[in-house]
Every structure is written in structure tokens, then in C-alpha cells.
């Protein structure tokens, strides 16, 4: 048995909060050049510029790449032979997420209750997602979510007659729906298969995939290819003004589900993937 004091883990919460807000992966900047080297729309072509020089000034001068400093969403992957001790663990990631949001002056954006939208002035609570694995280490992936992109998302419970076609009809429809108010170029995160909640957390989760990885799933990956070119010629492009860089990247998730059902979620991300991951 591993013991971890969660003091750690507060401290690796703040500075993932913090490194996320100022500097963009390398992931990001890198399709970034490649999709303004491509760009057929003078003005497409330079939004990007724009993108990637506000990414570089963010990271040199140490400030938010974006006002929306986003809700936090961590996915833990707790070796099962890890103890914590020193106190709660979910006390603990939040007091990171408070510490961080403070430390590094980014934007506190969430409200203690959905109707009564007072706000909690900290950035808490966070949305903590955790799994237990073999082994005595611990996997943090932080991702700070961006409203006006979640705003833009979308589930549907598909019939299982609809298959690939329906799937991919879906996805479409939800991109053309979104238009330019997730700040496109986006990354488009999609869950299938589970239940509903399980499809949510798929879709989340599919979004710190590193941009240019591929689909381990052979068929995935093709359809993922198939997405981001279908996406790219609806035409939308950087922050909507037209062009073929409507997104950067499609990832999917898949999960075993019912005989009776084939739900679909479509999680939107702007260009500004912000995730960072430690193993402790």
C-alpha cells in the first residue's frame, strides 16, 4: 500500500489550473500552423494568425489565453493500492482549484445553484471524476471547459437502426447548429454507447485526447476522419467568417450499451483545448 498525503495532489491541482489557463499544448499550436498553412480564406488564414499569436503572448507575459477561464473537470485514475491520507481527497482537489483560480487571477465562473446564480467566488466546486486501477499511482488529467463551446453541446438516444449514418447525420447537425459561437476552429469530443450519463463522461473525456493521436479502434479512426472533413466542408471556418478550418480534431469514445439503444453525445470545445495531465 502507497500512501499519498492529498496535500500533494492540492498542489498539483493549483499549478495544472493555473498552466492550463496560460499555455496552450503544443498539440493545439501545432495543428494550429498546419490549419493557417491550409486555409484557403485570406481572412480564415489570418484568425488563425491571430489565435496562435494570442496563444504565444498568454504564455510569455503569463496571463489567460482566454477571459473564460473555464469550470474545472478532472478525471482521476486512482491505483487501487493508493491511500490518502491527510484529509479528503475531493476537499483537497478543490482547495487546489481555489488556490489556483486565486494565484493565477483567472476568472471565477461558477454559481452555487443553477436558478439562484450567486457566485461561489472561488471557482468551486469542480466536477471530479474518478476511477480505481490497478497499481499504487495516481493519473490527474485537469480540463479547464469554456461555456460558450458547452453551450453548443448536444446528446440524442438514436435508435440502433440509425447506425453510422444516423451518428454521423447527428454530429453534422450539431456542429451546423453551433455555427460560430463556440469560437471555431473546435474540437469536437463525442461519446457513444452506455447510458446517457456514461456517454456524457465519454465525450468529456475524449476532448484531452492530444490532438494529433490516432483511434486506437481501426474503424474509429476512420470515421473520426471522415467527421473532421465533413465538418471542415460545411464551410463555417475561424470564428465563423467562413474557410475550411471549421475544426481541428474528432475524437470518439465508444462504450458497450444496451440492445436497445445507441446514445450519442457531442461534446464542443473551441480551439483553446486546455488540459494538462501529471501520474504521481
Known amino acids: 500500500m502507497r500512501e499519498i498525503d492529498v496535500s500533494l ?7 495544472m489550473c493555473i498552466e492550463a489557463n496560460y499555455i496552450l499544448g503544443m ?7 498546419e490549419s493557417r498553412s491550409l486555409e484557403e480564406s485570406d481572412i480564415g488564414e489570418s484568425i488563425l494568425q491571430d489565435i496562435i499569436r494570442n496563444a504565444n503572448v498568454a504564455k510569455e507575459d503569463s496571463i489567460p489565453m482566454c477571459q473564460d477561464t473555464g469550470m474545472v473537470v478532472i478525471f482521476m485514475e486512482i491505483g487501487q493500492d493508493v491511500h490518502f491520507v491527510g484529509g479528503d481527497i475531493n476537499e483537497a482537489i478543490n482547495q487546489g482549484i481555489r488556490e489556483g483560480y486565486q494565484e493565477g487571477y483567472l476568472r471565477k465562473s461558477v454559481v452555487e445553484d443553477p436558478f439562484f446564480r450567486v457566485n461561489t467566488k472561488d471557482n468551486t466546486p469542480g466536477i471530479i471524476h474518478m476511477e480505481i486501477v490497478p497499481g499504487d499511482q495516481v493519473k490527474i488529467v485537469l480540463a479547464p471547459k469554456g461555456f460558450g463551446s458547452e453551450n453548443m453541446s448536444r446528446s440524442k438516444m ?7 449514418e444516423g451518428f454521423v447525420d447527428f454530429v453534422l447537425e450539431t456542429v451546423s447548429i453551433a455555427g460560430p459561437n463556440p469560437c ?3 474540437v469536437v469530443g463525442i461519446g457513444v454507447g452506455g447510458t446517457l450519463d456514461k456517454a456524457a463522461i465519454l465525450a ?4 484531452t485526447r492530444d490532438i494529433a493521436s490516432e483511434n486506437p479502434v481501426e474503424y474509429l479512426e476512420e470515421l473520426e476522419k471522415t467527421l473532421l472533413k465533413k465538418i471542415n466542408d460545411l464551410g463555417i471556418g475561424p470564428q465563423g467568417l467562413g474557410g475550411r478550418t471549421t475544426a481541428l ?10 440492445i436497445a439503444g445507441l446514445p450519442v453525445v457531442v461534446n464542443i470545445n473551441c480551439h483553446a483545448s486546455r488540459h494538462k495531465e501529471i501520474i504521481i
Open 27 to 33: 498539440d493545439v499550436i501545432n495543428r494550429l500552423e
Open 249 to 258: 480534431s474528432v475524437h470518439i469514445n465508444r462504450y458497450p450499451t444496451h
Open 204 to 207: 468529456k473525456k475524449a476532448l
Open 158 to 164: 438514436l435508435k440502433p437502426s440509425d447506425g453510422i
Open 9 to 15: 495532489i492540492t498542489g498539483e491541482v493549483k499549478r
Open 184 to 186: 471555431p476552429p473546435i
